[in-house]
């Protein structure tokens, strides 16, 4: 299911565009018992959901596992400033099979192939989970035409 937005410039087309093809980490904002934390994780879109992979055992799985509700961005630091931001449900997956394609996924994107981040990273997939958002309620800016 495409996301649904909710404000800003981007209609849905430039909103799918911008998440295919931008490669920066996302932001995840999640909360827990000490309140929110914004954590960096490499993400794919793929069928209308975000996709990131983790460790079963890792601070961002324990507190989406408690509250699924989470909110995101993906924004470059630098000018021309524009991106997309919401909010959406996390469900996790244990399937190890699908974390550990996820993961190979993400790899291949970020530029990663072959390298010894690539082996380490491998050499954990067996407690690789992988995290989907779904529900996207996504809201764009694009300051380009000011910058």
């Given at each position: 299911m495409a996301p649904t937005v909710h404000s800003g410039p981007w209609h849905i087309g430039v909103i799918e565009e911008w998440l295919e093809?931008?490669?920066?980490?996302?932001?995840l904002a999640t909360t827990g018992g000490h309140g929110p934390i914004v954590q960096s994780l490499w993400f794919t879109y793929d069928d209308g959901a975000?996709?990131?992979?983790?460790?079963?055992?890792?601070?961002?799985?324990?507190r989406v596992r408690r509250e699924p509700r989470v909110g995101w961005?993906?924004?470059?630091?630098?000018p021309p400033y524009r991106g997309v931001r919401g909010r959406?449900?996390?469900?996790?997956?244990?399937?190890?099979?699908?974390?550990g394609d996820v993961l190979r996924r993400?790899?291949?994107?970020?530029?990663q192939q072959g390298t010894?981040?690539?082996g380490?990273?491998?050499?954990?997939?067996?407690?690789?989970?992988?995290l989907r958002i779904d529900d996207l309620m996504?809201?764009?800016?694009d300051y380009s035409p000011r910058m």
């Open positions: 093809s931008t490669v920066i980490p996302l932001r975000l996709w990131c992979a983790t460790q079963t055992d890792s601070m961002v799985t324990r961005e993906i924004s470059p630091d630098d959406g449900t996390v469900s996790v997956v244990d399937d190890a099979d699908q974390a993400l790899i291949g994107r970020y530029g010894e981040l690539e380490w990273l491998m050499s954990r997939v067996a407690t690789e989970v992988a996504v809201t764009s800016w």
